[in-house]
Nanobody, 125 residues
Framework: QVQLVESGGGLVQAGGSLTLSCAAS????????MGWFRQAPGKEREFVAA????????YYVNSVKGRFTISRDNAKRTVYLQINSLKSEDTAVYYC??????????????????WGQGTQVTVSS
């Protein structure tokens, strides 16, 4: 079992920055690929970013490239999502997820076995 707890969400003005954190417990953290997804009101949950267990490979959805950075600290068992130049369309609940299996498509919701409870990010214009 893996427990994931997100933090760092809040209300931010457009153009601002925010760092989300996700603390994991329960399994060897470096064996977990980690991902961030988001869900805006009335929309499906969408992939945002992912990172391999070693941190050596990162994936991003095109709409956030250059603004979002995913990183991890395996010693702290934490994955981060740095969000810069926030836009109103970034408003969503952001979820952290962990994948334990062999990677086929880390951008897919179905790849992930464990999910956090989500943290709300609201961008005001």
């Amino acid at each position: 079992q893996v427990q994931l707890v997100e933090s760092g969400g809040g209300l931010v003005q457009a153009g601002g920055s925010l760092t989300l954190s996700c603390a994991a417990s329960g399994r060897t953290f470096s064996n977990l690929a980690m991902g961030w997804f988001r869900q805006a009101p009335g929309k499906e949950r969408e992939f945002v970013a992912a990172i391999t267990g070693s941190g050596g490979v990162r994936y991003y959805v095109n709409s956030v490239k250059g603004r979002f950075t995913i990183s991890r600290d395996n010693a702290k068992r934490t994955v981060y999502l740095q969000i810069n130049s926030l836009k109103s369309e970034d408003t969503a609940v952001y979820y952290c997820a962990a994948a334990t299996g062999v990677a086929t498509d880390r951008t897919s919701y179905n790849e992930y076995d464990y999910w956090g409870q989500g943290t709300q990010v609201t961008v005001s214009s």
